[in-house]
């Protein structure tokens, strides 16, 4: 069975900054998906990025870009630039290419931007 | 842009009490997916449907959950008698599947409808 693990349950970051937020995962399957995804207080699920394990380059989209290292099983986040607007709940998440379609989620990553 | 709608985004409900938690995935999507997060904790699947047909189930969904998708635009989780553990955020996803490609991306969420079971 695949498994999700986000090590870090509370990250500061000063706005401006930049933060990395780590995940890990376990699969023997070699076709997968890794995604991101923000909670913010009003509780909804706002995709951020994805990665395919065969994208040779590391997906990047606006101040998101993950770091997928495939040897070491990691897909860390990394915001630059955090806002205000960045504090929230942050789940990684996995699906295989085959079989099962459905996400595995981590246990997040509460992230406060401090002013 | 195409988003999930759920409705209600509340229901409060009595303990052994029916409900009915809906949903419209993108209307190009193939794939439908409910969730749910007890507050605090992290998100779970419940079961994903495909083809007019459940395709995978959590240990979650037992007896009591159901889905249905009864027309072509809506689909529901019915959860038969409710109990007090299952007060939640459910989230329902849908998710395409893209030309040339043997993933999924990008499954999209909806806004989530919180279920208080009294």
């Known amino acids: 069975a695949q498994k999700i693990t986000q090590t870090q349950p509370g990250m500061f970051v000063q706005e401006k900054e930049a933060v990395t937020l780590d995940c890990t995962y376990d699969?023997?399957?070699?076709?997968?998906?890794l995604f991101w995804y923000k909670q913010p207080s009003s509780g909804e699920m706002i995709f951020l990025i994805y990665?395919?394990?065969?994208?040779?380059q590391n997906a990047t989209e606006g101040r998101y870009s993950l770091n997928f290292q495939k040897a070491r099983k990691s897909a860390n986040l990394v915001i630059s630039a955090s806002q205000l607007g960045d504090s929230a709940m942050y789940f990684c998440?996995?699906?295989?290419?085959?079989?099962?379609?459905?996400?595995?989620f981590g246990s997040g990553t509460r992230l406060q931007v401090q002013p | 842009e195409p988003e999930v709608t759920q409705t209600p985004s509340h229901q409060v409900t009595q303990m052994g009490q029916e409900v009915i938690l809906r949903c419209v995935p993108i209307?190009?999507?193939?794939?439908f997916y409910w969730y749910r997060q007890i507050l605090g904790q992290k998100v779970e699947f419940l079961v994903s449907?495909?083809?007019?047909?459940?395709?995978?189930k959590s240990e979650i969904f037992d007896d009591q959950f159901s889905v249905e998708r009864p027309d072509g635009s809506n689909f529901t989780l019915k959860i038969r008698s409710t109990k007090l553990e299952d007060s939640a955020m459910y989230f329902c996803?849908?998710?395409?599947?893209?030309?040339?490609?043997?993933?999924?991306?990008?499954?999209?969420f909806g806004q989530g409808t919180r279920l208080t079971v009294v």
């Open positions: 996803a849908s998710s395409a599947i893209k030309q040339g490609s043997t993933l999924n991306t990008e499954a999209f």
């Open positions: 699969t023997s399957d070699p076709s997968y998906g």
């Open positions: 990665q395919g394990s065969y994208d040779q």
């Open positions: 998440a996995f699906h295989m290419d085959t079989g099962r379609r459905a996400l595995t």
């Open positions: 209307s190009n999507h193939l794939y």
């Open positions: 449907f495909y083809n007019n047909e459940i395709s995978e």
